[in-house]
């Protein structure tokens, strides 16, 4: 069974000014999530910036997330590490916290083999009781990118290892992983722009940075595809195109936390090395949010 079908947040953390989580708007978010039709919500990915939380507040933000949703929809807690031990750790607080599924991104910097990959996925695995799903984003991580048929040995024999987050951007590689996998994978699109190619595919949804902002207008792209409604799925995907660009003009989250602002939707600073959006980025945001009848 699923973790979950259709579009799941990749939720923002939102920090305070003194570069503290701020829960408060972080429980805010969440609702108007749930509230709008999303899926799951995925925590502690990239776009919520794990990579510059600590240990203490990766697991904080985790819980906290579990608690506010509530059982309401899926929760998703991203455990991924470049060092084993590190993964299993979160992925053990994760799992006593009561995550649904966790996402596990390939180890980055080290730029493990095949062998390694399978080794390092497998041992995590080994050590929950938790659906998991991969994170395939080689643009994040060195170039490492978790080969078809790794990815299909993988869901056949790790009984947890249910699925995977693709965002190489290449429908060729998902086409061949389906073919592989043979109906024993999961695959979300890990890129917005390409929900509804891989839903043709065969997938499931997507983990959405732009339904951060777009949260009805995400769901219903996957909605439509999945009920049939092929021509508007598809409108909506191309409809939001300028929009996805704009939100990846520079490195994610620094455009939609700016269009999360510019919503009313305050989520504080950007902990360094990301630093505020360049105004010209901005005014490219702002028309491309205008064109696609963002308010609130």
Same mark, same amino acid.
């Given at each position: 069974?699923?973790?979950?079908?259709?579009?799941?947040?990749?939720?923002?953390?939102?920090?305070?000014? /003194?570069? =503290?989580?701020?829960?408060?708007?972080?429980?805010?978010?969440?609702?108007?999530?749930? =509230? /709008?039709?999303?899926?799951?919500?995925?925590?502690?990915?990239?776009?919520?910036?794990?990579?510059?939380?600590?240990?203490? =507040?990766?697991? *904080?933000?985790?819980?906290?997330?579990?608690?506010?949703?509530?059982?309401?929809?899926?929760?998703?807690?991203?455990?991924?590490?470049?060092?084993?031990?590190?993964?299993?750790?979160?992925?053990?607080?994760?799992?006593? #916290?009561?995550?649904?599924? &966790?996402?596990?991104?390939?180890?980055?910097?080290?730029?493990?083999?095949?062998?390694? $990959?399978?080794?390092?996925?497998? !041992?995590?695995?080994?050590? @929950? /009781?938790?659906?998991?799903?991969?994170?395939?984003?080689?643009? %994040?991580?060195?170039?490492?990118?978790?080969?078809?048929?790794?990815?299909?040995?993988?869901?056949?024999?790790?009984? $947890?290892?249910?699925?995977?987050?693709? #965002?190489?951007?290449?429908?060729?590689?998902?086409?061949? &992983?389906?073919?592989?996998?043979?109906?024993?994978?999961?695959?979300?699109?890990? /890129?917005?722009?390409?929900?509804?190619?891989?839903?043709?595919?065969?997938?499931?949804?997507?983990?959405?940075? &732009?339904?951060?902002?777009?949260? %009805?207008?995400?769901?219903?792209? @996957?909605?439509?595809?999945?009920?049939?409604?092929?021509?508007?799925? %598809?409108?909506?995907?191309?409809?939001?195109?300028? $929009?996805?660009?704009?939100?990846?003009?520079?490195?994610?989250?620094?455009?939609?936390?700016?269009? !999360?602002? &510019?919503?009313?939707?305050?989520?504080?600073?950007?902990? %360094?090395?990301?630093? =505020?959006?360049? *105004?010209?980025?901005?005014?490219?945001?702002?028309?491309? !949010?205008?064109?696609?009848?963002?308010?609130?």
């Amino acid at each position: 069974m699923s973790i979950f079908t259709g579009a799941g947040v990749a939720i923002v953390t939102p920090f305070q000014e /003194n570069g =503290e989580v701020d829960f408060q708007k972080f429980g805010e978010n969440i609702d108007y999530q749930v =509230e /709008n039709g999303t899926d799951a919500i995925i925590v502690c990915g990239t776009t919520g910036e794990s990579s510059t939380l600590t240990h203490e =507040e990766h697991i *904080e933000c985790i819980r906290f997330t579990v608690e506010k949703t509530g059982g309401r929809i899926p929760v998703i807690g991203g455990t991924g590490s470049n060092c084993t031990d590190t993964a299993i750790y979160l992925s053990k607080e994760a799992e006593k #916290a009561g995550v649904d599924g &966790l996402l596990l991104v390939t180890p980055y910097y080290n730029k493990a083999t095949q062998k390694g $990959l399978v080794e390092h996925f497998t !041992m995590i695995a080994k050590a @929950v /009781n938790t659906p998991i799903l991969l994170y395939n984003i080689p643009g %994040r991580t060195g170039g490492v990118n978790i080969l078809p048929e790794t990815t299909a040995k993988l869901c056949k024999t790790v009984d $947890l290892i249910v699925g995977v987050k693709e #965002a190489t951007g290449d429908i060729s590689q998902v086409a061949k &992983l389906m073919h592989l996998a043979q109906g024993e994978i999961d695959v979300y699109s890990g /890129n917005d722009d390409q929900t509804v190619p891989i839903l043709s595919l065969g997938g499931k949804g997507v983990i959405s940075v &732009l339904s951060n902002i777009a949260p %009805r207008q995400t769901h219903d792209m @996957v909605e439509k595809y999945l009920k049939g409604d092929v021509k508007g799925s %598809r409108d909506l995907q191309l409809k939001a195109i300028p $929009l996805i660009e704009a939100l990846f003009c520079e490195v994610n989250p620094i455009p939609v936390k700016k269009a !999360m602002s &510019l919503m009313g939707m305050g989520t504080g600073v950007l902990r %360094r090395p990301l630093t =505020e959006m360049e *105004e010209h980025h901005v005014k490219q945001l702002e028309q491309a !949010m205008k064109d696609f009848g963002l308010q609130r």
